[in-house]
């Protein structure tokens, strides 16, 4: 059964309450270009994903032409971004885009096996994006479904697919994590 066909746990349950609090505090780090801070809170076997929305007929299940992600990486691809970001060759953020992660719509459920997870989050995000003076800001409107597990450092990310709510981007580039 999937998480959205489970029954939600209740927003004073210890465990949404401790998920909401990561998501809280993971918006704030990448908000401030804490790359490394965040970076900690990803868990090594990680998949961070972000499909390319098709606009397909009724007839159509959307999943079954999805052929391709924005992005599609793991541990190492995101370790590799984090890095960049701290050499003078990170050109698409130069300057660097102001951001603010706005979350809403949290929904935490226990996992299908909680021996491999702590919760399963829903959640929407509204993510506003300004670079320079220049530039029109850019806003991304997406649903995420995060995966988060037990460590013995606190939660981390173990899954991260991330929907975006239009089929044609409008931002400059994807060099942010969402």
């Known amino acids: 059964m999937s998480a959205s066909q489970q029954r939600p746990l209740p927003f004073g349950h210890e465990i949404h309450l401790r998920a909401h609090q990561f998501l809280v505090d993971e918006a704030y ?5 804490r790359w490394e801070d965040w970076f900690a809170l990803v868990d090594p076997r990680i998949a961070y994903r972000m499909p390319v929305r098709v ?4 007839a159509v299940e959307e999943s079954s032409v999805q052929t391709m992600d924005h992005f599609a990486e793991d541990h190492y691809a995101l370790r590799k971004r984090v890095e960049r970001f701290a050499t003078s060759h990170a050109w698409t953020e130069d300057p660097r885009s102001r951001t603010r992660h706005h979350l809403t719509n949290v929904r935490t459920f226990a996992p299908d096996h909680p021996s491999e ?3 399963v989050v829903e959640s929407a995000l509204l993510l506003f994006r300004s670079r320079g ?5 850019s806003i991304v409107s997406a649903g ?7 460590s013995d450092r606190g939660l ?5 697919l991330i929907t975006v709510d239009e089929s044609v981007l409008r ?8």
């Open 55 to 58: 606009t397909a007929m009724k």
């Open 144 to 150: 995420r479904r995060d995966v988060l597990v037990e």
């Open 156 to 160: 981390r990310l173990l899954e991260r």
């Open 117 to 119: 997870a702590f919760a």
């Open 133 to 137: 003076d220049r530039d029109e800001p």
């Open 171 to 178: 931002t400059q580039n994807l060099a942010i994590f969402l």
């Open 29 to 33: 780090l990448l908000d401030e270009a």
